[in-house]
Nanobody, 127 residues
Framework: VQLQASGGGLVQAGGSLRLSCAAS????????LGWFRQAPGKERAFVAA????????YYADNVKGRFTISRDKTKNTVYLQMNSLKPEDTAVYYC?????????????????????WGQGTQVTVSS
């Protein structure tokens, strides 16, 4: 599956952005989808994930309540709605696809569980 992320940009603290990631090449519903981010000088970190059906979601603690992941099977696209943005949300954001399943214990959140990655999109939050 090929992934193409978009929607990044510059926003003031407290503002909102919506990232999109369009998938192509394979059956969209065969994959759980996730978002990761990498801030300058830091390792890439898990942000959010959504199950194949879209009925289960999982978030990193530091974005819970502010970010929402969703998917649209008619458009083969996964979204990350980011509200109440903070300067510490500044990072390059990556979407990724996993053949793993979500369960009652959560969705895949390790990089190694994701076999397909999109290019990053830069999000910069100014104070």
């Amino acid at each position: 599956v090929q992934l193409q992320a978009s929607g990044g940009g510059l926003v003031q603290a407290g503002g909102s952005l919506r990232l999109s990631c369009a998938a192509s090449g394979r059956t969209f519903s065969d994959y759980a989808l996730g978002w990761f981010r990498q801030a300058p000088g830091k390792e890439r970190a898990f942000v959010a994930a959504i199950s194949r059906s879209g009925t289960m979601t999982y978030y990193a603690d530091n974005v819970k309540g502010r970010f929402t992941i969703s998917r649209d099977k008619t458009k083969n696209t996964v979204y990350l709605q980011m509200n109440s943005l903070k300067p510490e949300d500044t990072a390059v954001y990556y979407c990724a696809a996993s053949r793993a399943y979500c369960s009652g214990y959560g969705c895949p959140r390790g990089e190694i569980q994701y076999g397909y990655w999109g290019q990053g999109t830069q999000v910069t939050v100014s104070s």
